[in-house]
């Protein structure tokens, strides 16, 4: 796929999502760099949930992945695949309620193709949130690179890991923590974060793709907080 082509595709994508949980699409603009178009959405201030967290504490941080998980629910129930779901991609709006951003790399599938035949041939991606079947496809039951539903529930058990350094931040180089998500190990609990919420973080990394839950059931198995509040759900 050519850079136009890239292009294209990503503002065609974002362009038809409608959700409080996804970072508004608002137009191309040619103007303002005028060798080339570019895709225009609002100035999140708050910046990547990531910086939010530093700035404010992680008072909020479970209301945050709950949003996230919505939003991945909402892109999946679209039949789209994020494809590189992590911290940076993340943005807090002004209302402090995240944005999922960054479609570069996102995928339609067919309802019939939501595991793994719908193929990629664009390995790009941040390769410490990929999944064990993104690693070795052959050895977990894939015939090709597939980013699928199941690979973004496996990014996102990584985002709640997250807190600022990506899973395996102490291992380099990079093939090593690789290496270590094919053999089936996974960073240990970090002292922040519940037990409830790290019995879903290791069912969203389980080795087998076909054993992650959906986005519609992470937001059933999500442990109740009081202040998260219901959403609208298409």
């Known amino acids: 796929m050519t850079n136009s082509q890239g292009f294209c595709k990503e503002a065609l994508i974002w362009e038809g999502l409608h959700h409080p949980f996804i970072l508004p699409f608002l137009g191309l603009d040619s103007n303002t760099f005028p060798s080339s178009l570019c895709m225009v959405s609002p100035w999140m201030e708050n910046g990547t949930v990531l910086a939010y967290l530093k700035d404010h504490g992680l008072r909020d941080v479970d209301r945050l992945l709950f949003e996230t998980a919505e ?9 789209i695949v994020h494809g590189d779901l992590r911290g940076n991609n993340i943005l807090i709006s002004n209302n402090f ?14 309802p019939t193709e939501t595991t793994a035949t719908a193929s990629s041939s664009n390995h790009a991606g941040s390769t410490r949130w990929f999944a064990p079947e993104l690693i070795h496809p052959t050895a977990f039951g894939c015939d090709r690179f597939v980013r699928t539903p199941a690979s973004d529930i496996y990014a996102f058990g990584c985002v709640c890991y997250e807190g600022g350094a990506p899973p395996f931040s102490d291992v ?12 089936g190990e996974r960073p240990g609990k970090p002292t922040n974060i519940s037990d409830a919420l790290w019995a879903l973080v290791t069912t969203a990394w ?14 059933t ?6 202040d998260v509040q219901c959403v609208i759900r298409p």
Not at 102 to 108: H, K, S, T, V, Y
Not at 206 to 219: C, F, L, V
Not at 221 to 226: E, G, H, R
């Open 172 to 183: 380099t180089p990079d093939i090593s923590a690789l290496l270590k998500v094919m053999n």
């Open 206 to 219: 389980k080795q087998d793709w076909r054993q992650r839950p959906s986005a519609a059931d992470t937001i």
């Open 97 to 110: 309620n995240v944005c999922l951003a960054d479609f570069g790399l996102a995928n339609i599938v067919s």
């Open 221 to 226: 198995l999500f442990p109740v907080y009081p």
């Open 71 to 79: 939003g991945l629910r909402y892109l999946h129930s679209m039949n």
